[in-house]
């Protein structure tokens, strides 16, 4: 019986996974369509599909990177470095005294604060060792940004158009608004082409932060002096976007690559909607999600006010 289970599985995944591939499937719907099949079967290899997820978006968003221009990427950079640096600092400080009023632990407080702030579930996982986290409050932290992160996938596009955001506003809230860089590729990704080059580099400029932060943290509240990991994807990132502006290949190469990057995206993003099971939603406790909505409504509706006002 379990063995059948485990084919069933397995053939749910294999079509769910084909279908990402086309055009009629975008990254809402690849989000949804996992979270579907984690309601329907047990997945019973959690960990690699959890791990899959995480290289395939990895790669993928090395392939956008190809058909970014650098120059263009600076100067989008540059414009958004001070607002970058504000609203994290501003969103660390309001989650640890949010977290504080509601009794949560320190902990989990300085987790789903830096999820927030910088680049969800890869800066809470560079944190967490930093703190001394236990795996208990890593994991109601890692579960709360991504719950948070399905909801915003679904969401943000239609507030944009409700709003009549252009492209350039829609990119900078969209990265600094919603948490892992997941949801934020994809949520541009619909919203249009300028929207996903703004997004996805200023989205990675935040994950840059990560190594400051943790520093920061390991000299503040001592968790063993360890070091906070580096994504290199980001540093793959940048490298594709110099060879896409200053190497002479030709514009179809370069965005079949992207074309692709974008189809594999949504295989992660569906991959991702599979570990979003409604144990997963009961394990979190609703402290945790209190918290983690109250301070990312803060922060979307700040930022949403300020990128109005200056773009």
């Known amino acids: 019986m379990l063995k059948q289970k485990t084919h069933y599985f397995y053939a749910i995944l294999a079509i769910a996974a084909i279908l990402c591939l086309f055009d009629l499937i975008n990254a809402p719907i690849a989000l949804l369509l996992g979270v579907v099949v984690a309601q329907l079967s047990d997945n019973p290899i959690p960990k690699v599909t959890s791990r899959l997820s995480k290289y395939i978006l990895q790669y993928s968003i090395v392939g956008l990177g190809f058909g970014i221009n650098l120059v263009h990427a600076a100067k989008a950079g540059a414009t958004g470095l001070g607002v970058t640096a504000l609203s994290i600092v501003l969103t660390l400080l309001v989650g640890m005294l949010i977290g504080r009023k509601l009794g949560i632990e320190r902990n989990i407080s300085l987790l789903i604060s830096s999820g927030t702030a910088i680049c969800g579930g890869s800066a809470i996982a560079a944190v967490a060792p930093v703190v001394g986290a236990k795996d208990d409050e890593t994991s109601v932290s890692l579960a709360t940004i991504f719950l948070l992160n399905a909801v915003a996938l679904l969401i943000f596009p239609p507030i944009g158009r409700l709003l009549h955001l252009s492209e350039l506003q829609f990119g900078f809230w969209s990265a600094i608004a919603i948490h892992d860089t997941s949801s934020v590729v994809g949520a541009a990704s619909v ?40 994504p290199l994807f980001i540093v793959l990132f940048l490298v594709a976007m110099v060879i896409g502006t200053y190497l002479p290949i030709p514009e179809t190469l370069l965005m079949g690559v992207t074309a692709i990057a974008r189809r594999t995206l949504n295989m992660a993003l569906f991959l991702i909607g599979m570990g979003l099971s409604f144990k997963a939603i009961r394990s979190v406790g609703v402290r945790p999600i209190v918290l983690g909505v109250t301070v990312w409504i803060i922060v979307g509706v700040v930022s949403l006010y300020g990128i109005r006002l200056l773009l």
Do not use: H, M, Q
């Open 191 to 230: 919203f249009g082409d300028n929207a996903l080059n703004i997004a996805t580099t200023i989205k990675l400029e935040r994950s840059l932060w990560i190594v400051p932060i943790s520093l920061l943290f390991s000299y503040l509240y001592g968790g063993g002096g360890k070091r906070a990991s580096f």
